[in-house]
């Protein structure tokens, strides 16, 4: 005898199957943490479209870029990629039907990470932009600058301890830099996203140093999913940081590239911890969802 429920679920099956071969993602899992049943979760999460935190990792090469889309539709970027990727960018952002960005977080002046920033400011309406306090004397910087300034957008400063008013359900806080260093990565911006009981901790490029300095600062540190810091090099990502996130997924961004990133050492770490990892030189760009209650990850490819 076929229940209701059975009938339920294959339709349901049968809608997701079609809508991942129309776009031409790969549905990677629907995962709830605490919340309703994964069957529950994914219907009402992706049949309504209702209430649904995005945190999109940018397949940007060997850079990063992450657009974060709010239940409420507000947006928010951290980084851009580097100055190659500025019309990738914009493209991006076209896709995602993105015209307005209510928050823009540039993590630190490294040009693979705010290289695309200058473009994306000059192209959209933005309203409040964060950075570290900081400066550098790059043509990047530089150019950066002269977009925020043409936009008559004034910077905030970027530091452990600043709540960003964004989504009445979403926290957005700080963690990093905590104190002022006059090493790019170490002052990068790290900030923790929580929504319901799911929550994503972003790492910019912070290194061991910043790590050490926000384990002792008394944060919770705490978060299902791990934006790996700094690429996945092996200065970032200390077994003692990791242990405190205890992540149950982590995205690298990382592209083709001579440093070694992600490092086997870091990758090692997280395997050990048995952290799931999706990584955009493998993936492509990598989505994922949160109803407050579960996660859905969707990847551009297989890996």
């Known amino acids: 005898m076929i229940t209701q429920k059975t009938r339920w679920t294959f339709v349901w099956s049968f809608l997701l199957g079609l809508g991942v071969l129309l776009t031409g993602c790969t549905l990677e899992s629907w995962d709830p943490v605490g919340g309703p049943s994964a069957e529950n979760a994914a219907w009402t999460s992706e049949v309504q479209g209702e209430g649904q935190l995005r945190v999109i990792y940018l ?5 990063a870029s992450q657009l974060l889309i709010c239940p409420s539709g507000r947006t928010m970027l951290i980084d851009a990629g ?9 493209h991006y952002l076209q896709a995602y039907g993105v015209s307005r960005l209510d928050l823009v977080i540039g993590t630190h002046p490294d040009a693979d990470h705010i290289g695309g920033l200058d473009r994306v400011i000059d192209r959209l309406d933005i309203g409040e932009i964060y950075m ?5 004397n790059t043509k990047t910087f530089e150019s950066l600058l002269n977009s925020i300034r043409r936009k008559g957008l004034k910077v905030k400063t970027a530091k452990a301890g600043r709540e960003l008013a964004w989504d009445e359900q979403v926290q957005v806080k700080m963690l990093a830099p ?4 006059d090493d790019n990565n170490n002052m990068s911006v790290v900030m923790k996203v929580t929504y319901g009981k799911t929550s994503f901790l972003l790492t910019g490029d912070a290194e061991a140093e910043s790590e050490r300095a926000m384990l ?11 934006l790996v810091g700094h690429h996945g090099s092996k200065s ?7 242990n405190a996130v205890k992540p149950k997924y982590a995205v690298i961004q990382v592209g083709d590239n001579s440093y070694g990133h992600p490092t086997k050492t870091v990758l090692d770490r997280l395997a050990k911890q048995q952290v799931k990892v999706y990584r955009n030189d ?9 109803d407050g209650g579960g996660y ?5 490819r297989p890996g």
């Open 59 to 63: 397949d940007v090469g060997q850079g």
């Open 82 to 90: 580097n100055n190659d990727k500025e019309e990738e960018m914009l």
């Open 132 to 136: 570290p306090k900081i400066q550098s």
């Open 178 to 181: 905590v104190a002022e260093t």
């Open 216 to 226: 002792e600062s008394g944060a919770n540190l705490s978060a299902d999913v791990l």
């Open 236 to 242: 970032s990502t200390t077994a003692r940081f990791l």
């Open 282 to 290: 493998l993936h492509g760009t990598v989505e994922i969802s949160s």
């Open 296 to 300: 859905q990850i969707t990847t551009e």
